[in-house]
Nanobody, 115 residues
Framework: QVQLVESGGGLVQSGGSLRLSCTAS????????VGWYRQAPGKQRELVAE???????NYTESVKDRFSISRDNAKNAVYLQMNSLKPEDTAVYYC?????????WGQGTQVTVSS
């Protein structure tokens, strides 16, 4: 069983930056593909960025060149650096860890970008 805890959300002005953290307990996070998802009010949850166990990354088109996902295996954590934030980035951001049949979610952290 993996427990995921997100942190780092908050209120920021348009053009600002935030760094989200996803820390894990109960297992080694490095063996999982870890994704950051977001869900805005009235919208479906969408994948924002993911990083595989080998370090390959993937981003949704709307955040390319603005967001960066990374992992620190020593701290058992994955980060999402978000720059040049826009009001449309406002959402609850969730961390997900997936491997084979296992799939775990964190509780989410709110990101609000004011215009």
């Amino acid at each position: 069983q993996v427990q995921l805890v997100e942190s780092g959300g908050g209120l920021v002005q348009s053009g600002g930056s935030l760094r989200l953290s996803c820390t894990a307990s109960g297992s080694v996070l490095s063996i999982y593909t870890v994704g950051w998802y977001r869900q805005a009010p009235g919208k479906q949850r969408e994948l924002v960025a993911e990083i595989t166990s080998s370090g390959s990354t993937n981003y949704t088109e709307s955040v390319k060149d603005r967001f960066s996902i990374s992992r620190d295996n020593a701290k058992n954590a994955v980060y999402l650096q978000m720059n040049s934030l826009k009001p449309e980035d406002t959402a609850v951001y969730y961390c997900n860890a997936a491997r084979r049949i296992w799939n775990y979610w964190g509780q989410g952290t709110q990101v609000t970008v004011s215009s």
